[in-house]
């Protein structure tokens, strides 16, 4: 989506670790500017703070520009001046994690601290946004965080030797992400509707999924910070013992998106080479459910998808082998219940299988 023409006229925009205060400059090729001058168009420019960055945001989502994003982030900062809101901290914090500068995530915090008290609900958020402002201030703490990945480093010696150094300061980080847990448990206890705090770890983890070259700490994160989810998930179906409910029918977009958060953990779990036991015990709620739809794509597709890790964290090749078996059996299932689903089609051409 375009929102910005070519101009000439400096822009400043954080990309670097070497760039460290702020300054102007109209060099395409500035470290710290990175992508070139930006001018955002007229009406644009005309809009009020929030819907800068509501565009900023889409244009995430879209995998626009980087430097539109950031000029749309900052035009937003500049409308909103002085005002004490969260919706300001929000827009301060998003743009500190999009353009990895913590200057913006400790004026966000200030903001947050200020409105802390309002109510529950913004206490709640508050403690998120300072959770987040804390994981951000370890990442960037961290000496391959910025690091791209080498060009043409497609080799696992590449990847290892650049990116998957080991993590500095393992308290901190255990710390952090234990702070981020409980203020998404604060808020996931004001509602009961999971698609919000699961899409709520998916805003958290926006940053992450942008710098999964940074494998070993992203992947970590998001284990800590799924197992929460997971928990979140079998809480609300009512599949675990203490749960405080029988269950809940949450409709099939719901569970779609609840179902989710197990598959990202269960990967995160196979790439931190957790054991192979633990990561069965975990998943055994939800793969009994999913066993029990066999008539629903989804489920199948689903369960399929869990299998596949599942091979990759079986060191007993029998037991690999099966799950694999099965995983294609699954795969085919859903294919003969949604015969037009691009994903399926295209996780069976992977493994050699015919979909026709």
Not at 50 to 63: F, G, M, Y
Not at 151 to 165: A, F, H, I, P, R
Not at 235 to 260: F, M, N, P, V, Y
Not at 336 to 341: A, Q, Y
């Amino acid at each position: 989506m375009k929102h910005a023409k070519s101009s000439s006229a400096p822009k400043r925009a954080r990309t670097s670790k070497e760039c460290s205060a702020d300054h102007e400059c109209s060099d395409d090729n500035c470290s710290c500017c990175g992508d070139g001058p930006v001018q955002l168009d007229d009406q644009v420019l005309s809009q009020p703070a929030h819907t800068l960055l509501a565009l900023a945001l889409e244009e995430i989502e879209s995998t626009g520009d980087r430097a539109v994003v950031i000029k749309l982030f900052e035009t937003a900062i500049e409308k909103f001046g002085n005002e004490k809101s969260l919706e300001h901290a929000w827009a301060l914090l998003r743009l500190a994690e999009y353009a990895e500068f913590m200057d913006y995530a400790e004026k966000a915090v200030l903001i947050a601290k200020e409105l802390g008290t309002a109510g529950q609900m913004e206490a709640s958020l508050c403690g998120l946004l300072e959770a987040r402002a804390q994981v951000l201030s370890f990442c960037l703490e961290q000496s391959n965080w910025r690091d791209p990945v080498p060009d043409g480093g497609d080799s696992d010696d590449d990847v290892d030797e650049d990116t998957n150094k080991p993590i500095v300061g393992e308290q901190k980080l255990v710390d952090s992400l234990a702070q981020l847990v409980a203020a998404h448990n604060a808020l996931s206890a004001l509602s009961t509707a999971v698609p919000s705090f699961i899409d709520a770890y998916r805003g958290t983890l926006t940053f992450l999924f942008a710098r999964r070259e940074a494998h070993a700490l992203t992947s970590r994160m998001l284990l800590v910070l799924f197992d929460a989810a997971v928990t979140l998930v079998y809480e609300h179906e009512g599949w675990l013992a203490t749960s405080s409910t029988a269950g809940i029918d949450s409709g099939d977009d719901t569970r779609k998106i609840a179902h989710q958060a197990a598959l990202v953990w269960a990967m995160a779990a196979a790439e931190c080479s957790v054991d192979s036991a633990v990561v069965e015990a975990r998943l055994e709620p939800i793969v009994k459910y999913l066993a029990s739809q066999p008539n629903d794509a989804e489920c199948c597709k689903l369960y399929a998808q869990l299998l596949l890790v599942l091979c990759g964290c079986y060191e007993d090749e029998e037991k690999a082998m099966d799950a694999y078996d099965l995983a294609s059996s699954k795969l085919a299932q859903a294919h003969k219940l949604s015969p037009n689903d691009p994903e399926i089609k295209s996780q069976l051409a992977d493994m050699g299988q015919s979909f026709d």
